[in-house]
T-cell receptor, first 108, second 111 residues
Framework: GQQLNQSPQSMFIQEGEDVSMNCTSSSIFNTWLWYKQDPGEGPVLLIALYKAGELTSNGRLTAQFGITRKDSFLNISASIPSDVGIYFCAGPNEKLTFGTGTRLTIIP | EPEVTQTPSHQVTQMGQEVILRCVPISNHLYFYWYRQILGQKVEFLVSFYNNEISEKSEIFDDQFSVERPDGSNFTLKIRSTKLEDSAMYFC?????????FGPGTRLTVL
């Protein structure tokens, strides 16, 4: 089956810092979705990407669909405490495969 | 803002018992899904449903599982004879096209 590897696995940052994470697929994707999940809750859709090279923003979040169509990137600018959680990439179609996740922790 | 709802939030059952997990998808959505997440692991696809039939299912979705849309609003997942390894969070999702919106989940505990 498809493999989606995310890196880094975890991040420890200070409030106000920018964050970058990425996701790599073993096969070409036509769609990339980025989700955030808080403990005990369902994934919340952050950004959807549909075209190679596409750059899409949602507030302080920016995601890019890699040109090779096998990767995607998510950046968070000026992190705040509510950004804490696990970020998942997912794709490529109705049968979503989720990535391994990046756990974001903000150090006081 | 419309959202996917799920009931119950937590279900505890004995091994071998049948359980039905319920979902109300977003009203104008056409595609419905079930996923599960074992504690500490990633979300895994179980099944997708469109036009009153299963459109895709994973190898996890064996004969013990079934889905139904009994009326115009509910979407259910039935596990016929639960096993210990069925303990997980079960998420319902719905979409108009590719963007899937997830419910808050049902935590199933099989004893």
């Amino acid at each position: 089956g498809q493999q989606l590897n995310q890196s880094p696995q975890s991040m420890f940052i200070q409030e106000g810092e920018d964050v970058s994470m990425n996701c790599t697929s073993s096969s070409i994707f036509n769609t990339w979705l980025w989700y955030k999940q808080d403990p005990g809750e369902g994934p919340v859709l952050l950004i959807a990407l549909y075209k190679a090279g596409e750059l899409t923003s949602n507030g302080r979040l920016t995601a890019q669909f890699g040109i090779t169509r096998k990767d995607s990137f998510l950046n968070i600018s000026a992190s705040i405490p509510s950004d804490v959680g696990i970020y998942f990439c997912a794709g490529p179609n109705e049968k979503l495969t989720f990535g391994t996740g990046t756990r974001l922790t903000i150090i006081p | 803002e419309p959202e996917v709802t799920q009931t119950p939030s937590h279900q505890v059952t004995q091994m071998g018992q049948e359980v039905i997990l319920r979902c109300v998808p977003i009203s104008n959505h056409l595609y419905f899904y079930w996923y599960r997440q074992i504690l500490g692991q990633k979300v895994e696809f179980l099944v997708s449903f469109y036009n009153n039939e299963i459109s895709e299912k994973s190898e996890i979705f064996d004969d013990q599982f079934s889905v139904e849309r009994p009326d115009g609003s509910n979407f259910t997942l039935k596990i016929r004879s639960t096993k210990l390894e069925d303990s997980a969070m079960y998420f319902c999702a719905s979409s108009v096209w590719y963007e899937q919106f997830f419910g808050p989940g049902t935590r199933l505990t099989v004893l």
